[in-house]
């Protein structure tokens, strides 16, 4: 495992995120979430894999199978590492009120209950709040920091102009900053470095993307696998499928340097996000052996002309993730 600082501050972070949305209740027919979560035990499992394999980094949200993922990340982390040797992460905004002073106050202490933690290391913003002013959401986040609830604070998917005014509302009014950024990023979706990567990167902020692996289609040959999250996962669905036909290209190519670097396709994804200066891509596995397949990217390295190969047939695709 590798290891890097976030942003500018003092948290140091494995390379590989573990992401728990995977983890939590399943919902029903009816209930919002998803069909295909893992139970407390499956959860724990791919937890002690993680860690096994030196991952100290996990990533969770206040809404993720209402709220049981945090409530299994928990209790994993409670029953094989000290606190203090891990870095937690969860995430506010898809909850009543938003980025709301009240909401925010509300939020960070139900996600610590449910997480049995008196803090947390990252606090991250899921999304951008239309609804209430910028100023309110830093200077409530700051306030947790100051209180010693959170130690960072990080953002996800939205446009680079609004990340860049949320920035810039935390300097001139002396509030902390963020030190990293969740957006949606692969081979598949390369929107944001359009704008909002070159501005975290002017702001010295880490970047740790979602979907590295475009829901499981950069990891092997087939399109659509025959799993239950596959086959149910409709925001995988709604991202990918309607560029099947162009997108299918690179697949094809992330195939073909793997068989040449004796590799996997994850690996070789995972490689490429290297490239592209990315600090800790989120990995959201269902399986514990998923991490084995995942940690071997630290053995590839890919070349300028890989790279090229690898991105020359990418086409513009519609904004996905900021709205």
């Known amino acids: 495992m590798e290891y890097a600082k976030l942003g500018n501050s003092d948290l140091v972070v ?3 995120c573990v992401g728990c949305m995977s983890f939590g209740t399943p919902a029903d027919n009816a209930g919002k979430g998803h069909t295909w979560t893992l139970n407390p035990d ?4 791919v937890v002690k894999k993680a860690l096994g394999l030196g991952s100290n980094f996990f990533d969770t949200a206040n809404v993720y199978a209402a709220g049981t993922s945090e409530e299994y990340l928990g209790r994993a982390i409670r029953n094989n590492v000290s606190r203090d040797n891990v870095i937690l992460a969860t995430k506010v905004f898809f909850n009543e009120g938003k980025l709301s002073q009240k909401a925010i106050l509300r939020e960070i202490d139900g996600s610590l209950k449910r997480l049995g933690t008196d803090y947390v290391d990252l606090y991250i913003i899921h999304r951008f709040d239309y609804d209430t ?3 309110e959401t830093m200077e409530a986040l700051d306030s947790l920091i100051k209180k010693g609830k959170v130690r960072a ?8 102009y609004q990340f860049f005014n949320m920035q810039l509302a935390a300097k001139n009014n002396g509030w902390t900053p963020f030190v990293s950024m969740q957006n949606h990023y692969n081979l598949l979706y390369r929107e944001d470095e359009r704008e909002l990567i070159p501005i975290c990167n002017q702001w010295n902020v880490s ?4 979907s590295p692996l475009a829901a499981g289609r950069l990891s092997r040959l087939a399109w659509k696998a025959d799993t239950m999250r596959s086959q149910t996962d409709k925001s995988a669905i709604s991202k990918y499928d309607g560029t099947q036909e162009t997108d299918y290209k690179i697949v094809l190519r992330v ?4 068989e040449n670097y004796d590799a996997t396709m994850t690996q070789i994804s995972l490689a490429w996000q290297f490239t592209k200066g990315i600090t800790a891509p989120i990995i959201g596995a269902t399986k514990p052996e998923y991490f084995d397949d995942a940690a071997g990217v630290f053995k590839i390295k890919l070349t300028e002309d890989d790279t090229t190969y690898l991105e020359e047939l990418y086409v513009p695709h519609k904004v996905v993730g900021a709205i």
């Open 153 to 160: 604070l990080g953002a996800s998917a939205m446009y680079g």
């Open 207 to 210: 970047l740790t993307p979602y």
């Open 14 to 16: 494995s390379r590989l």
């Open 255 to 258: 195939n073909e340097l793997a």
């Open 133 to 135: 002013p910028i100023e």
């Open 42 to 45: 499956e959860s724990e499992a």
